[in-house]
């Protein structure tokens, strides 16, 4: 059983033998189609992703599934459910404008510059990163930077310098401005 996981000829053929059952458990749960093939599908998804918790002296493998499919509907349930909150909060609500949506477009491009950084930044160690993105996109002062992060301003010093080095040596990643950017 463990199998379905990485065999995809095991995993075929135990989708083969269970998908008409699992069909049948979804459809009396869900009246929209559409739904319930996306449930049937995440629900083959969950058991390749928890294949190994499968044991043969607890029941069949059908059974276990169905405790699967059970487990996937009530998660989609709670996800509708939070879908539907969340669409309460914003009925009635004013949509956005197209002066907002153009604001707002002007202001991502405004920010692709620190986009690109923080995108470079990626490969750093966190402790390096977060005091770069504090001084050099952020704008805030090595001490500044120092205070927000709980550390000392020696210490923010060291690991701004090792971050600045380590992005110098990844060429073409970002501006000498955007590394070197503080006050």
């Given at each position: 059983m463990a199998a379905i996981s990485t065999d995809p000829v095991a995993l075929e053929a135990f989708y083969r033998r269970h998908v008409?059952?699992?069909?049948?458990?979804?459809?009396?749960?869900?009246?929209?189609?559409?739904?319930?093939?996306?449930?049937?599908?995440?629900?083959?998804?969950?058991?390749?992703?928890?294949?190994?918790?499968?044991?043969?002296?607890?029941?069949?493998?059908?059974?276990?599934?169905?405790?699967?499919a059970r487990n996937t509907l009530s998660a989609g349930r709670r996800r509708a459910v939070q879908e539907k909150k969340l669409e309460s909060r914003i009925a009635g609500r004013r949509l956005l404008d197209p002066d907002d949506l153009s604001r707002i477009d002007d202001q991502i491009d405004a920010e692709r510059q620190a986009r690109?950084?923080?995108?470079?930044?990626?490969?750093?160690?966190?402790?390096?990163?977060?005091?770069l993105e504090l001084v050099a996109i952020e704008q805030l002062s090595v001490a500044e930077a120092a205070?927000?992060?709980?550390?000392?301003?020696?210490?923010?010093?060291?690991?701004?310098?090792?971050?600045?080095?380590?992005?110098?040596?990844?060429?073409?990643?970002?501006?000498?401005?955007?590394?070197?950017?503080?006050?």
């Open positions: 008409d059952e699992i069909s049948r458990f979804v459809a009396c749960r869900v009246d929209d189609p559409h739904m319930a093939a996306d449930l049937v599908a995440e629900v083959f998804l969950a058991a390749m992703d928890s294949a190994h918790t499968y044991r043969s002296d607890r029941g069949t493998e059908l059974g276990w599934l169905y405790g699967v690109h950084a923080i995108e470079a930044m990626e490969g750093l160690p966190e402790s390096e990163r977060a005091v205070a927000a992060l709980g550390i000392k301003q020696g210490t923010a010093r060291v690991r701004l310098h090792r971050a600045r080095q380590a992005l110098r040596r990844a060429p073409g990643l970002i501006s000498a401005t955007a590394v070197e950017g503080c006050r």
